[in-house]
């Protein structure tokens, strides 16, 4: 059985770093996509970016670039969401999702639990 | 505001059906077949219910049903029930530099 497990609520200040996880289970990690989406109280869900775990090769919603960092280790099969610096207008909640990536399209077949961030300015 | 646009809300009684719209534009749900649905029900995680327009995911029972015309896709919900109620979102391809782009999201509400 497909499971994404992500890591616990944070909550952190304005100009902080942050680094939230998700471990899978249930299939290979590398022959599958990751994704991350966000969601904000009353403005629905925003693609981030997602990752090829087998090659770290990683593709950056033009929204999110250069905002947060997407990694993965294959040896513990976990995926990463990073920010360097973060501002109160990323409070939200993130789900990394398990992706199919083809042909410029991709959809999320199977869904973390999601975390919840709270920035604090 | 989100790229494609659905109503914010939809209704129905039990058994009955109901249609809730993703319009697009040429460059996103009328230039790819690539629209999927997502039901949330609240606090939980989104679920993909129809993926390729018109596909369902192994478990989804077939009272989920898409279909796309033009800049347009639908979601139809048949024989509602009562566990139908949640939030649901569509999404579609919008072109190698985002192709991922979400609808709004629509309340559906089981009466």
């Known amino acids: 059985e497909v499971h994404l497990v992500q890591s616990g609520a944070e909550v952190k200040k304005s100009g902080e770093s942050l680094n939230i996880s998700c471990k899978v289970s249930?299939?290979?990690?590398?022959?599958?996509?990751i994704g991350w989406v966000r969601q904000t109280p009353g403005k629905g869900l925003d693609w981030m970016g997602i990752?090829?775990?087998?090659?770290?090769?990683?593709i950056y919603s033009p929204s999110f670039q250069g905002q947060v960092s997407i990694s993965a280790d294959e040896s513990i099969s976990t995926a990463y969401l990073q920010w360097s610096s973060l501002r109160a207008s990323d409070t939200a909640i993130y789900y990394c999702?398990?992706?199919?990536?083809?042909?410029?399209?991709?959809?999320?077949?199977?869904w973390g639990q999601g975390t919840l961030v709270t920035v604090s300015s | 505001q989100s790229a494609l646009t659905q109503p914010p809300s939809a209704s129905g009684s039990p058994g009955q059906s109901v249609t809730i719209s993703c319009t697009g534009t040429?460059?996103?749900?009328?230039?790819?077949?690539?629209v999927s649905w997502y039901q949330q029900h609240p606090g939980k995680a989104p679920k993909l219910m129809i993926y390729?327009?018109?596909k369902r995911p192994s478990g989804v029972p077939d009272r989920f049903s898409g279909s796309k015309s033009g800049n347009t896709a639908s979601l139809t919900v048949s024989g509602l029930q009562a566990d139908d109620e949640a939030d649901y979102y569509c999404?579609?391809?919008?072109?190698?530099?985002?192709?991922?782009?979400f609808g709004g999201g629509t309340k559906l509400t089981v009466l």
């Open positions: 999702a398990r992706t199919f990536y083809y042909d410029d399209s991709a959809y999320f077949d199977f």
């Open positions: 990752i090829y775990p087998a090659n770290s090769d990683a």
């Open positions: 999404s579609s391809s919008a072109g190698s530099n985002n192709f991922v782009v």
């Open positions: 249930g299939y290979s990690f590398t022959n599958y996509w």
């Open positions: 390729e327009v018109n």
């Open positions: 040429s460059s996103d749900v009328g230039g790819y077949h690539y």
